[in-house]
Structure formats: structure tokens, C-alpha cells
């Protein structure tokens, strides 16, 4: 057996291992590579920063703990620019099995922030539903949610005086790990209420929503963990998603290299076995 | 002990388990798969009972007399007719009216959102008009709404849609045009592997990240404790299957 053979036909417990140690040594001895700031992740955050006092920020937590690595420091990172620039933040989700998780998120970074609940924050929890929830919203905000997550009554709460339904939102980001997300929020909400919008949403959903964003439809979008960290790098809290940036770029290096390996093995074996046939 | 230490031992624990497979199948992993599965269908179905029933259906019907509520929930009931052979029909009552809302409110949305929008943005101008007699031909590849973008878009819709356009023939110009739709369609499948690729890593950095913190010794080091322990049992596991002859009946 050629080296050629023998590397094709390789364990794949050791690219397994190849893959695990280049994303775990980066983790351990970070380098700090560069991290530059794309056009889309700007415009989300040059709209908030844009965005006067007590303006009413609407953060839809549409993802639950198995997008949390991806989607939860994009949440962080937008929270604390919100809260920093004094903002109404009403936060809710779409997906009941991420309920828990975005209250703890909420409720984490208000607290770190110094921020009241109820006066500077809510957190609306879930309501059954999907887009007919953004609907509803769209018509009458206490309908859709007549109790906060904590069973206060929303109508009661000084953080939404004035926010009768989706019109009164000044921007809204969706973060999205697949539907209801974004897309819904477009469809059924932006679309039909005029508010502005922007969005974010695992790696794998970016690219399908790339033509939203050049389209004008919605105003930014935070794609993956790299978008969290250019977030992070924006406001100048770099947190878990920067410190992560090493790794993955090891990963795709790593990821890169296998794939040539595999291409230039497959192709002098091709190779040679045609070589092979002309001598026979 | 405290609830953040036994929340950094359990989340420890079953990651290992979850990694384990990565060696290979083992009992383990059928343990964390079957407890995850288990534990978000529990999470789910008493998130929506308590938020569903008790607070959307209960107590607004008994706290503020919102009898209306009573249509939904009949409509919703219809459902359960399902389970009942000689009462099935009604369910149907049920389905309908959901299937007719649903198409209803998202047909004309659809269309107005990702067909007529990306229609407007598909056929941008080729050529811009800086003045009354001036006329410019953007080549910035880094700026989406660039001439030259807009002609790449144009390009790549066009032939992407002859390409499953199945009527004629692919031969001659066709073919050309077919093939390039393919190369649009390539780069297409190329990117959306690229960021899957990245998101798929990012949730193993996530998870190594957890690892990492959880080795501190302020959790009792849990990381330490646990792939000592998942890696005993594998090989334990090993050790059994190899003593053990399989079974031949």
C-alpha cells in the first residue's frame, strides 16, 4: 500500500483528533488574531448607536441551549449596547425550549449592566403561536402577551408605557436559529408593521439570508460566532465569541489543508493506477 | 452543594458522554442521547401546559371571565377527536381552519416578501445615471448594490433559472448557459457549506470553551474527574466486548 492509499484510507478518529486539538490549543494560548468588522454587523450596530435615549428596543430571543455557542454572545454583546445607550429593551422568544435560557441571559446582563426590571427591561417569555404571536403583537402587544414571564401584567409595566403594538418599536433584532426567526419577523412583522429591523442567526443560516440584507429588507445581520465577535470588538467588550476566534480560525486552516491533503493523494493515485494501465 | 457546581458536573458529564461517540457507538452516548431527548420533550410539554393552559386558557377565563376563549379552546379540543376512530372526522373541522388561516396569512405575505422584493432587487439598473447626460458603470465587487454586482446577479439568476428550465434542450448556447447556471449553483452550495463548516465548529468551541472553565478548581474540577472516568468506561466496555464472543443465534 502506497502513502498515498494508507492516508485515504486513514482513521478518522485521528482527523477527529487533528480537528479537536487545533480548536483546544488556540482556546488555551490564545494569539489574538485580527478581527475585522464587516459592513453587516455594522449596520446593527450603528443603527442602535444611532437610536436616542429610551427608544424602545425589541430583542427576539428566537434560539434555544443547542444554538447557545453561536447565538448567545451575539445576544450578550447586543444587550449591553442597549442597555449602555439607555434603551426601552423588551425581550421575549419564540421558542419555548429556549425560555429558561433567555431569562438567565436577560437577567445576567441587566444585572451586570445595573439596569431595573420593569423599568429599563422586560422579558416577555413565549407565547404560543410563531407568527401568529408577531401578528398579534403587531395588533395589540398585550394581547399577545398579557403577562410578563415573572406573571406581572404588561400593561402594569413602566418600560412599555407607550408600546401598544409592533409600531411603537423603534428597532427589533431577531436572533434566529432557524423558524420562527428572522424570516418570520420579517414577513409577518417588519413587512406589515414598518419598524425598523435588523437580524442574527447561526453560521448555517446566514447565507440564506444574505439576500434579505442586500435587498434593503432587513438593515444588518450578525452571522455565527464570528459575527458575535465582531459585535463584541464593536462596543469594546470582547468576550467568549473573540476568544473564540482564534480556534476557529485554526479549525478552518486545519479543515483547509485536509482537503487539499485529500485532493493531491486522490489525484496521484488516479494518477499513477493510469500510468499502471498504459504500462499493462 | 451549590447549584452552579452540580449544573457545571452535569453539563461536563454529559458532553464527555455526547463525545464519547466519537471513538465510537457506545452505551454512554445512548445514555446522554436518550436523557437530552428525554429532558427537552419534558421541558417543552410543561413550559406549554403552564404557559398555554394555565395562564393563556384558566386564568383569564376564571380570573376575568374571558369566556370567548372557550371558541379556540373547542377548535383546539377538536384535535383530540383524532384519537377517537369513530369521532376522527371532527378533527378535520380542526385542520381546516388552521390549514385556511395558515395559507391565508402567509400566501400574500410570502409573495409580497420573498418574490415581489427580490424581484425589485434582482433587476436593479445595469447602468447609473450620475446626471442628466451621465451615465456610469460601478466595478466595486466589494459593494453589493455596484453595476458590476447587479450584472453578476442578473448572470447568475438567468442561468440558474434555464438550468431547471427542462423544455429545451441543453445543447449548444444552452448548454453554455446551463453550465454556468451549474458554476453559480457550485459557488452557491460552496458558501452555505463554508458557514456550516463554521457554525458546526463554533458549537465545538462552545463546548470546549465549557470544558475549559469547568476544569477549574472552584467546580471541584469536574473535566479532570469525568473524561478519567468516561475513558475508564470505554475501555472497560472495550475489555467486556472483546472477552465476550459474539452472539451467533
Request: glycine letters at 10%; hydrophobic letters at 45%.
Amino acid at each position: 500500500m502506497t502513502f498515498a492509499e494508507r492516508m485515504l484510507k486513514i482513521d478518522r478518529r485521528i482527523i477527529f483528533l487533528v480537528i479537536g486539538l487545533c480548536t483546544l490549543l488556540p482556546l488555551l494560548y490564545p494569539v489574538g488574531l485580527p478581527i475585522k468588522i464587516s459592513s453587516e454587523v455594522r449596520g446593527v450596530y450603528d443603527h442602535i448607536e444611532s437610536l436616542p435615549e429610551h427608544s424602545v428596543f425589541l430583542l427576539s430571543i428566537d434560539f434555544d441551549p443547542a444554538s447557545k455557542p453561536e447565538l448567545y454572545p451575539q445576544a450578550i454583546a447586543l444587550l449591553r449596547h442597549a442597555f449602555k445607550k439607555n434603551l426601552r429593551v423588551i425581550t421575549m422568544t419564540l421558542w419555548v425550549s429556549g425560555t429558561g435560557m433567555a431569562d438567565q441571559l436577560v437577567t445576567q446582563v441587566a444585572k451586570e449592566m445595573g439596569k431595573e426590571y420593569g423599568q429599563d427591561y422586560a422579558f416577555l417569555g413565549w407565547s404560543p403561536g410563531g407568527p401568529a404571536v408577531i401578528i398579534n403583537m403587531g395588533q395589540d402587544l398585550s394581547s399577545a402577551f398579557p403577562s410578563d414571564y415573572s406573571g406581572r401584567s404588561t400593561k402594569d409595566l413602566p418600560v412599555l408605557d407607550g408600546v401598544r403594538n409592533l409600531k411603537d418599536v423603534t428597532y427589533m433584532v431577531s436572533l434566529g436559529a432557524g423558524k420562527p426567526g428572522v424570516e418570520e419577523w420579517y414577513v409577518f412583522g417588519k413587512d406589515k408593521y414598518k419598524f425598523e429591523m435588523g437580524g442574527g442567526c447561526t453560521g448555517v443560516m446566514a447565507p440564506g439570508l444574505y439576500p434579505l440584507l442586500r435587498s434593503g429588507q432587513i438593515n444588518g445581520l450578525i452571522g455565527g460566532l464570528r459575527g458575535a465577535a465582531e459585535y463584541e470588538s464593536l462596543i469594546d467588550q470582547k468576550g467568549k465569541a473573540v476568544a473564540g476566534m482564534d480556534a476557529q480560525s485554526a479549525t478552518h486552516v486545519a479543515i483547509i489543508v485536509l482537503v487539499i491533503m485529500c485532493n493531491v493523494f486522490y489525484f496521484s493515485l488516479r494518477h499513477a493506477s493510469r500510468s499502471q494501465g498504459h504500462i499493462g | 452543594m451549590d447549584a452552579t457546581v452540580l449544573g457545571a458536573w452535569v453539563a461536563t458529564g454529559l458532553t464527555l458522554l455526547i463525545f464519547s461517540f466519537l471513538y465510537k457507538d457506545n452505551p454512554l452516548f445512548k445514555l446522554a442521547e436518550h436523557l437530552y431527548v428525554g429532558v427537552s420533550v419534558g421541558y417543552t410539554i410543561v413550559k406549554t401546559y403552564d404557559t398555554v393552559i394555565v395562564h393563556l386558557v384558566v386564568k383569564p377565563i376564571i380570573e376575568n371571565g374571558e369566556v370567548a376563549l372557550l371558541i379556540p379552546v373547542a377548535i383546539g379540543m377538536l384535535m383530540l377527536a383524532r384519537y377517537v376512530p369513530k369521532a376522527a372526522w371532527m378533527s378535520r373541522y380542526a385542520f381546516a381552519f388552521i390549514v385556511g388561516m395558515g395559507a391565508g396569512l402567509a400566501i400574500p405575505r410570502t409573495i409580497s416578501s420573498f418574490i415581489l422584493k427580490q424581484i425589485e432587487d434582482t433587476v436593479r439598473p445595469l447602468i447609473s445615471m450620475t446626471g442628466p447626460d451621465s451615465l456610469t458603470f460601478s466595478m466595486n465587487l466589494l459593494n453589493p448594490a455596484s453595476n458590476l454586482n447587479a450584472l453578476i446577479i442578473l448572470l447568475g439568476v438567468g442561468s440558474v433559472l434555464f438550468y431547471f428550465f427542462f423544455s429545451i434542450e441543453h445543447s449548444g448556447a444552452g448548454k453554455a448557459v446551463a453550465r454556468t447556471g451549474v458554476i453559480f449553483l457550485m459557488i452557491s452550495f460552496g458558501a452555505g457549506f463554508g458557514y456550516t463548516v463554521m457554525a458546526r465548529m463554533s458549537l465545538l468551541i462552545g463546548r470546549l470553551t465549557d470544558l475549559i472553565e469547568f476544569s477549574d478548581a472552584s467546580y471541584g474540577r469536574p473535566t479532570v474527574w469525568l473524561l478519567i472516568f468516561v475513558v475508564a468506561a470505554l475501555f472497560f466496555l472495550a475489555r467486556r466486548g472483546h472477552a465476550q464472543p459474539p452472539d451467533t443465534h
